[in-house]
């Protein structure tokens, strides 16, 4: 994006820092590649956000990060053995909904899905839409 206009004021961004300081978030295509660490925990990568209230992996930090991801599991259906599943053992669908989960903390009101239901099978497609229809109801656009 080289321009436009955010909260009804002309914008230009200067670098993803400044987008997600501005209340952007992106949730790409390639989510393996740029959106989650695969060899990570659920809880780790739900910690990873515009949020810095984890930024510190301290062992407050972890059980905070820890009790969000059991909540963010639960809000997005997200079909794991608890916060300490590394992602690589997660369906396409599921690792999709914890690229999504980590957007949720913070201040993030305008989330940019880049072919979110890229490799993911038909019934997890659904839920990723019906999740995404649920977040622009709550004013997440």
């Known amino acids: ?68 991801a059991e909540e963010v599991i639960a809000r997005l259906g997200v079909r794991a053995t608890g916060p300490g599943q590394t992602l690589r053992r997660l369906s396409g669908g599921n690792q999709q909904k914890v690229a999504i989960g980590k957007w949720l903390r913070g201040d993030a009101n305008v989330l940019i899905f880049d072919e979110p239901t890229k490799g993911v099978d038909v019934k997890a497609k659904t839920d990723l839409f019906m999740l995404i229809d649920g977040l622009a109801r709550e004013g997440k656009g």
């Open 1 to 68: 994006m080289q321009r436009g206009e955010l909260n009804g004021q002309p914008w230009r961004p200067r670098d993803p820092a400044d987008s997600v300081g501005r209340g952007l978030a992106l949730v790409p295509e390639e989510r393996r590649k740029e959106g989650i660490f695969i060899e990570e925990p659920i809880a780790m990568n739900l910690a990873v956000s515009a949020d810095n209230s984890f930024s510190r992996w301290s062992l407050f930090g972890h059980r905070q990060a820890w009790r969000w």
